[in-house]
């Protein structure tokens, strides 16, 4: 079994990453922005687009995962896993930049990770 070198993950794993976490994020922002839309349109409850909100997050770390699963061939539900976790990671970062705090993300912590990991996982092992 060869090691990687830290030189060699970022040379070859570090890009395919990155793309597949801006490629998460863009399918989160259409969706979003449908799920706007549909608010404007359609006056949905807060419920309705809490429940829309999850089904975004799920959708974008299957999708995320199906996409690195196919790119690794190898261990793709440590890559799915990865990438759920790196999404999670990232929203809670701009979650902080934006509320200046965790007050609004605290109670779903845990959920949301969970939703993001599991999603990922699931979608790199179905790729």
């Known amino acids: ?10 040379k070859h794993e570090l890009p395919l990453w990155l793309f597949t976490l801006t490629g998460a994020y ?6 979003l922005f449908l799920l ?6 359609f006056h949905l409850g807060e419920k309705v687009v809490d429940i829309a909100i999850i089904i975004v997050y799920i959708l974008a770390n299957f999708l995320a995962g199906i996409f690195i699963g196919k ?14 976790v ?20 605290a109670g779903n912590f845990f959920t949301t990770l969970a939703i993001c990991a599991g999603a990922g996982t699931i979608g790199g092992m179905l790729s």
């Open 1 to 10: 079994m060869e090691k990687k070198s830290a030189a060699g993950f970022m």
């Open 36 to 41: 706007a839309f549909l608010v404007y349109q």
């Open 26 to 31: 863009i399918i989160t922002g259409l969706l």
């Open 86 to 105: 790196g999404y999670f990671v990232l929203l809670v970062a701009v979650s902080l930049i934006c509320n200046h705090g965790f007050q609004d993300f």
């Open 71 to 84: 790119k690794k061939k190898v261990k793709r539900y440590l890559a799915g896993l990865g990438i759920g």
